[in-house]
């Protein structure tokens, strides 16, 4: 299916291969409104979704909603994390999703299963990076490197969130020393910025550096922009902006990287806000 931002941009072919994903937090929607979610993703075009893990949900409810996307074009990729993840008892909530993942996929059929990892740890929300920032991200860098084993493992694609300013982060430790975005940028198979801005040129100017350095490494970047309210300024999101401006935008934002073997495409954030958007 060519999206419309793709007819709209003039730029079908190149477009038309890009991601459009969004985040779904909510798990118990599979479950309770489990059609007008495919129909919303199918109606805008989405071919990816990062889909929060509930263990508590039943694998045949997994299975029904990931069959039915799949047979839609969309993929599904399982998503978790926290900023607890960093801590010194992370390691355990990252090791119960991929036991939990190593069985969901073991036990069922290529339709169902998930096609990746999808990871949000923002280890900036964990105390430690106030307290103490080279160690925690020392430990964020643990994580990374064995989330990128396991998914090996499991023969799962590897992707995380990162904020657009990892770029003036450094680090300098075991794993060597250099920006901190170029590092998760070479350790895991695909990036989502979080570029939260609700202007073109904005978003444009604050994921150059990850687009150019992808690029160099042969590593994909998808942008995500957001859609609920925030406090924390009136250019963070769309929310005020409606779906129309936030589209025009995103056609430019993709009209910019489309000669860009780096840019992936583009992941709006998340599923529950995006669906209650002025038109």
């Avoid at 079908?12 to 489990?34: C, F, G, P, R």
């Avoid at 096609?115 to 160690?135: F, I, K, R, T």
């Avoid at 396991?150 to 003036?168: H, I, N, R």
């Amino acid at each position: 299916m060519i999206s419309s931002l793709a007819l709209s941009s003039g730029k079908v072919d190149a477009m038309s291969i890009q991601e459009k994903a969004t985040w779904l937090w909510d798990t118990s929607l599979i479950m309770d409104d489990q059609e007008k979610i495919l129909l919303f993703l199918e109606h805008n075009d989405v071919n990816k979704v990062y889909l929060q893990i509930d263990q508590g949900i039943a694998s045949n409810d997994y299975k029904h909603f990931i069959s039915n996307a799949s047979h839609r074009g969309i993929r599904i990729y399982a998503l978790d994390g926290a900023a607890s993840w960093v801590s010194a008892e992370g390691s355990r909530s990252q090791d119960e999703l991929f036991n939990w993942l190593h069985t969901y996929n073991e036990n069922s059929t290529e339709s169902e299963q998930f096609s990746g990892v999808h990871l949000d740890v923002e280890p900036y929300l964990n105390s430690g990076w106030s307290l103490h920032q080279a160690q925690t991200i020392e430990s964020y860098q643990t994580l990374i490197m064995k989330a990128s084993e396991k998914a090996s493992q499991l023969q799962l694609t590897l992707e995380v969130d990162m904020p657009f300013w990892f770029d003036e982060v450094q680090y300098n430790n075991e794993f060597g020393k250099g920006l901190l975005a170029d590092w998760v940028i070479d350790h895991v198979d695909s990036v989502t910025i979080m570029a939260y801005r609700d202007a073109a040129k904005d978003i444009i100017s604050i994921v150059e550096h990850e687009i150019a350095y992808a690029s160099t490494v042969n590593k994909s970047i998808v942008i995500g922009v957001e859609t609920g309210a925030s406090e924390e300024g009136e250019n963070i999101t769309f929310y005020d902006n409606g779906e129309a401006f936030m589209n025009e935008q995103l056609i430019l934002v993709q009209q910019h990287f489309s000669n860009n073997d780096a840019f992936h495409g583009v992941a709006i954030h998340y599923v529950e806000n995006w669906m209650t958007m002025r038109p």
